[in-house]
């Protein structure tokens, strides 16, 4: 029997009740299998850092190297609570993950799902969406390079420097193409580079060279704010988006806003190399506003469950889990899943994943 060790950080917020969910449904979904799942939790946060002071420390760090995946629920305070810094928890703790565990693809997949409306017209079970987006996920503006000069002075400079690599953006690239060929075999590129054009030129023709390796992936090429429009006006012409850290955090708020709700959106931070563990997270927050009234979506931490077990070679298990979902949406559809709690959902998949 294989054992794979999961290290759990449910995090702040709704984060620590979807992912009690999720551990449900990983556990019915694998009873059948010859591997075991076993957890470990993590304290982490920003609760954990209000009592301790500490964001992520080393220790717990290479703790987390050890496991073969991590489940993520949600991290981040409430931004009314001046207590806690903007960005600290952001920055240090879970960008700290996705950085030194070298997450570079942040994989977030956007469907239809049969029973949930889409707010958009002329998106139904007969035209439905369903594309991923792979955001780059260790650099851009997110790398951290820039700074604050003259603070509190009328002649203050904030520079934020997005940081682009050869090594970095190539590796995205040649994953996406990757992915289009396993899917429909168009890669969309999506950028800036009529403005950005250092960094756009030097995501347009790394598309263009890796493309040379994939001759039946058709490619085109889209601003990103075209892309906004586009993915309202018609989701359905995309498969498989690449696109920098910062697009691709902005697209994929609204890309699960166009299929029927953030509470669905699962991702996955993929360490491509197998150096580190990837983490599998919804792409939502920790929700302070729905925290702890049971009242929060458990379905995007699901699916991200389920990602984590295709990850990890169980994709059978994890395709159950995914019909488990779509079945039981389809039937909340009709019957309503108003009024059941966060537990109670989860009770539920659990039910279609035995039954
Ligand atoms: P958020 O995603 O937490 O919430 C946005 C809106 O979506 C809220 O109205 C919330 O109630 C709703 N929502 C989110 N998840 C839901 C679910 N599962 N079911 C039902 N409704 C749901 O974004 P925010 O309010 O901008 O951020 C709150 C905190 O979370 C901040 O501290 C932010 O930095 C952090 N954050 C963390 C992550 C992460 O850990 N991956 C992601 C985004 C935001
Ligand atoms: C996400 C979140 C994070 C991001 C924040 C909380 C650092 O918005 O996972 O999409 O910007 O990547
Ligand atoms: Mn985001």
Redesign the pocket.
Known sequence: ENTFEIAVIGGDGIGPEVVAEARKVLDAAVAGESARLNYTEYSLGAAHWLSTGETLTEETLNALREHDAILFGA??ADPLDTRVPSGII??EL??GL?FNLDHCV?LRPTRSFPGVTSPLRGVDDEHPIDFVVVREGTEGP?AGNGGLLRRGTTAEIATEVSVNTAYGVRRVVEDAFTRAQARDKHLTLVHKNNVLTYSGDLWTRTTAAVAESFPDVRWDYMHVDAATIHMVNNPQRFDVIVTD?LFG?IL??LAPAITGGIGLAS?GSINTSGTAPSMF?P?H?SAPDIAGKQIADPTAAVLSAALMLDHLGMSEAAERIEAAVLSQLTEWATEGAAGLSTSQRGDAFVARLSG
């Open positions: 991290v981040g952001e920055r879970l960008l996705r942040n997110y850290n955090d994929t708020d991702s997270e792409v927050g």
